[in-house]
């Protein structure tokens, strides 16, 4: 009671929406994403409360930090069926590697890798898949878990219309907008990169 901070915490969820990009900055937990409109929106990536802290005083940036902290990791594994949240690590020429960081709204216990293979990107021209054309490292993506594969890595799949890359980053830095199934674009320069994008809003 009368502690700032404790007033000041609201509980949250992965997906849900913290603020917007332009006057909060994602720190632990938190990811920015464009909605439907192309305002770049922060989202948890974790289960836990939401944070607010002003900027560190020699930050040249003064958004105030938002983070989801008092996380609590679930027990949870990933089951075939169940929508993940995965960060890409790693991106060959038949399949990309990545972190799965929640799965629902659950985040877990331990660390579990996701593999998204050439034939898993989309439903159609699966032989004309270009994994460089779909995800690069960093990306955040919303995928669904078919089966465990070998050595303890999950297959998944973004070969639905929603599943797909929902935030990346362009060379210049810049939570890039979706400007139609293949394409995302970097506000600041006008640069179009490939990718395998996740249908946004309704």
Excluded at 56 to 67: H, I, L, Y
Excluded at 121 to 133: G, L, Q
Excluded at 152 to 160: C, D, I, N, P, V
Excluded at 167 to 194: K, L, N
Aim: aromatic residues 4%; contains cysteine; charged residues 25%.
């Amino acid at each position: 009671m009368g502690e700032i901070e404790g007033d000041n915490k609201e509980k949250v969820t992965p997906g849900e929406i913290l603020g917007k990009a332009s006057e909060l900055k994602p720190g632990k937990g938190a990811y920015v994403a464009a909605d439907a409109a192309g305002v770049n929106l922060v989202y948890a990536s974790l289960t836990g409360y939401r944070t607010i802290s002003p900027p560190p005083s020699d930050s040249t940036d003064k958004r105030s930090v938002v983070e989801v902290t008092g996380h609590k990791p679930h027990g949870a594994v990933p089951e075939p069926g169940c929508t993940v949240l995965a960060r890409v690590k790693k991106v060959m020429a038949k399949m990309a590697s990545a972190d799965i960081m929640c799965v629902g709204s659950k985040s877990f216990r331990e660390n579990f890798t996701g593999v998204i293979r050439q034939q898993d990107v989309r439903a159609t021209e699966i032989d004309k898949v270009d994994m460089h054309a779909s995800f690069r490292a960093g990306d955040i993506v919303r995928a669904v878990v078919l089966s465990l594969g070998d050595a303890r890595a999950y297959h998944l799949s973004t070969a639905k219309n929603e599943l797909g890359v929902v935030s990346a980053e362009s060379t210049a830095g810049e939570t890039m907008i979706p400007i139609s199934w293949t394409e995302m674009q970097c506000p600041v320069t006008g640069q179009i990169e490939p990718r395998k994008v996740a249908k946004v809003g309704n």
